[in-house]
């Protein structure tokens, strides 16, 4: 009865993640995944293809089965574990994920009425209908607020919590009306897990509000209410009814209730953690600290770093965020992001299906991997999705150039990651042109779990090493670490996350290399890429793209000679 | 014995066809192709993938042996057809395609001890080994004699008679000094069946010395032995031998010898007319006369119009070539084109193989038809092979733009081909600039033939109806009409090209006819073309790119909705 342990809780946009972690170096004793049972995998659709919901049934009957079934896993790794030695709880989601709530704090889609509506769900973080209402909310705040703005790139997205809410707002008066409060499911869970939904009660974290809803000590909180009211009345109206409180996640947010002890087998009052959006924590799980960029690379990219608090930070343009206390308390968050990165491999391989029937993934990289830096002639951008960071630009697409008549699928495949390598790069300049050092740079998720290929060029175009996090559930195992900050010393917790990290996180052995030769080519294409950034991307530039070509022709003579 | 024929001959890259015409209507009563015998396809290639040659032996040969081919079909289509009603003979090969011969007008590949130097073969039009010696040629005529560039778009080509012969200065010694003459193969051929090929009775056609060697009879036919001199004295004394009096292709080299009346069972003295390339002469198989554009559109199109030469016209920047005669006498030869139309198809198929295995050109073809024009949000530049006309640059390359995680093979395949409509539609654009005006266009060669697609996309971006020439063989009927002309009218032939064009050639039913909803669309689309065109090829343009993939967004909206 020694040992501690945690429990982390990711809700992805899929599925949900239990994982039942060791605190003293935070080996991963059980984990299952429950998958949700609403819409497409999880996701409710409509015609509008803008349109991702989630139905919060799923959240409540996920958590319970997903804990359950990750103390079963671990009481079968681990002779004479008990649930009893689990001494907190830590939640992390996608975000902006914000969900309609009555005056009780109960999802309107609980009552029979809305069961089957859609707007009166969660509005997960991927919905775009919002489109409008974001240009709407960024044009005013240019004009009425710049300075809120000013601490999340620029522009406001439709992916996040005031644009959903207008949206609603604007089309669907009765889902609007019958709402008392929206709480972002970060938030909504762990007060949903302590008892605490009712909105008098509710703690609100920083990582959402401050990322997503223009949270922000400065300026008291909330985007003030004439600005919101400007908008539409009834966001004004909301405003008397959200919290000026938000707290970071180093604090609980209650014990567990005898309800939800019952359900998963877990002891009464165990304290649940402030909740954090799932590459936040991610981030902590990897071992973030001062000087370390963690990058969460799947489908699209969440880029995370912090820097101390201890002095004022300036605005860094075109970053997704910079939020006091967001990732670790004491610290800066900064959040920056690739809007496609596996996404456009997977586009390439599934939608284009290139070299017969032997384009796959695998095939693709081994044959690209054979190439030289520049050797192929091309370059691309990585826009298929947009660019989130630097340009915060929705409106932008991809991009090939040098293509011959023997350009290969093989090629083509190592163009398109090199771009996002590109991209990733970028992203790092910003933050070091800004006095966001970057020391060390940690991947996770699946490409860094999966795609040496990848990692390979990444240290190469980008010059530096590339390190892979040691847990491959960086996201839960964060989570994790949160609920054992807030369990505390004196359960056998720890009183800090510094303490807690060295403990539970690391790296894995195998550290990708930065080749030398390579990266002086990438140099020079880098150079052609930040040209083709800046021409299509900003409209700052003014220049001429006479050299482009000729200079991929001349850097692929001398990557083949 | 009324009727009378006349026969054409074409050499291509990879085999010579003899087509059998009646006189009056134009009918082919016979044909036959014969493969090349060397060589790869007829394309003798090294470890260089610049050089391609041919074996001068194959012309010998495939001569003799097509003509008895194309008679024997002749007479088995019409009873009572005797080779003795052929009244004329005329050729068109390709081009620029120097051969080495030696003091006799005998190729020096025929010698023993050069039959295995490709060098001592003949330089096929699409050798690129000329390339470091074209950028002399362009430098030297740029300081010393600018109006030779003018006349052939302002750069001389590595694909061109002088570029070859000074490479082959350079670097093969031993094959410079045995070579007494350079002849282009479309002089060379006719030579060879009237026993002309002796340099001192040799007849020099304005076609290839007019496009490929500055010849003009401004300054006194071909450029001057103290220009020649300054590049290599060899050149100085090569200009020696070369007579300044080229003539037209209604004007006869001769008669058929015996020899070749008894190898080809054709009547001894049979007028054989002036060789010419086979696009000049494919224009004319398809009807050219002042106003008309031909476009014989195969992997590379060319592009040919004329106009009435009883005025001076200006130099138009960028065109292949403006030479009097080449085409038409009476008539200014234009010659423009594109490095790579159907080449580019041809990449995406073969070497991307999109679309699992499905992505034949059928089958993408058949998906793209159904696509609106802007739909795609996709726009190309047809560069992968550099750009003939306008830019004259062989060191471009492709572009395409507009991707995002759902583009199709099918939409990228509508794209390219859209490229290259635009591509076309800028060298129209040019010669209207110019004043030679385009008031039909008639389309010849595979794609015009087989890919109704292509042709009508090519009809929305222009806004002009696209016509197809009658024949499938244009270039072997324009050199037929040539052998027609030369034979004249005492000999039952015809006094005139306008007469044996007005009898010979003629139009298909199906006329492609431009949608004017598209055009209105690809008129936006082809203003963004320019941009990028404007922008990624001249070194004059200066400007911004940020509207472009904002402004096909808005386009593919429109199209959508």
Redesign the interface.
């Known amino acids: 009865m020694n040992n501690r342990y945690t429990i982390g809780l990711d809700y992805g946009t899929n599925s949900v993640r239990a994982l039942v972690v060791d605190i003293t170096n935070g080996r991963e004793l059980g984990t299952a995944v429950w998958n949700y049972k609403h819409g497409n995998e999880g996701v409710i659709l409509s015609r509008d293809p803008n349109l991702a919901r989630q139905h919060p049934a799923d959240y409540v009957r996920g958590t319970a089965l997903s804990i359950r079934k990750a103390l079963t896993a671990a009481k079968r790794r681990l002779k004479g574990f008990n649930p009893e030695q689990v001494i907190g709880i830590g939640v992390d989601t996608t975000g902006s994920t914000p969900l309609p709530v009555d005056r009780n704090g109960h999802p309107l889609a609980f009552q029979k009425r809305f069961a089957k509506n859609p707007d009166a769900m969660a509005w997960l973080w991927k919905d775009h209908t919002g489109v409008a209402e974001a240009a709407e909310i960024t044009e005013l705040a240019r004009k009425l607020r710049p300075q809120y703005l000013a601490k999340c790139g620029g522009v406001y997205s439709s992916e996040w919590f005031f644009s959903k809410i207008l949206h609603c707002v604007r089309t669907n008066p009765e889902v609007a009306e019958a709402s008392h409060l929206w709480v972002e499911i970060a938030d909504w869970i762990p007060a949903l897990l302590t008892g605490t939904e009712s909105p008098d009660r509710l703690t609100v974290g920083i990582c959402a509000a401050g990322h997503k809803a223009m949270y922000n000590a400065e300026w008291g909180g909330y985007p003030d209410a004439e600005f919101l009211g400007t908008l539409n009345p009834a966001l004004a109206v909301l405003r008397t009814r959200l919290h000026s409180n938000a707290q970071t996640v180093d604090r609980p947010v209650g014990g567990l209730t005898k309800e939800w002890a019952r359900r998963t087998g877990l002891r009464e009052g165990t304290p649940v953690a402030t909740g954090a959006f799932d590459a936040h924590l991610g981030a902590v799980g990897a071992g973030i600290t001062g000087g370390i960029l963690v990058k969460i690379m799947g489908t699209s990219t969440c880029d995370i770093t912090v820097a101390r608090n201890n002095s004022p930070f300036p605005d860094i343009p075109g970053l997704c965020g910079i939020v006091d206390g967001s990732v670790l308390p004491g610290y800066y968050g900064f959040e920056a992001g690739q809007s496609?990165v596996g996404?456009?491999f997977?586009?390439f391989v599934n939608?284009?299906?290139?070299?017969?029937?032997k384009?796959t993934h695998d095939a693709l990289a081994r044959a690209a991997s054979k190439l030289k830096a520049g050797e192929s002639?091309l370059l691309a951008l990585d826009?298929?999705?947009g660019n989130r960071t630097i340009l915060v630009d929705q409106?932008?697409?991809?991009?090939?150039?040098?293509?011959?008549?023997?350009?290969?699928?093989a090629e083509?495949y190592r163009a398109l990651v090199e771009a996002t390598a590109f991209g990733a790069l970028t992203i790092i300049n910003r933050f070091e042109e800004y006095g966001v050092t970057v020391e060390q740079v940690v991947n996770c998720g699946g490409i860094a779990e999966k795609n040496p290929f990848v990692m390979q060029i990444y240290a190469d175009v980008t010059g530096r090493p590339m390190m892979v996090s040691r847990s491959a559930q960086t996201c839960a195992l964060g989570a994790a670490i949160a609920g054992a900050v807030v369990a505390g010393k004196q359960s056998g917790g720890y009183d800090s996350f510094t303490e807690a990290q060295q403990a539970m996180t690391g790296l894995k052995n195998r550290v990708f290399k930065p080749d030398p030769a390579a990266h002086a080519v990438y140099k020079e294409l880098y150079q052609l890429y930040r040209t083709l950034h800046d021409?299509?991307?900003?409209?700052s530039?003014?220049?001429?793209?006479?050299s482009?070509?000729?200079q991929?022709?001349e850097i692929r003579k001398g990557a083949r000679s």
């Not at 021409?535 to 409209?539: E, I, L, Y």
Request: proline share 4%; aromatic share 14%; hydrophobic share 40%.
């Open positions: 496609a996404d456009i997977n586009w939608y284009i299906r290139p070299d017969g029937k384009g002639g826009w298929n999705n409106r932008l697409s991809g991009l090939l150039v040098g293509q011959t008549l023997y350009t290969t699928p083509m021409a299509f991307g900003t409209n530039w003014h220049g001429n793209l006479y482009v070509m000729k991929l022709i």
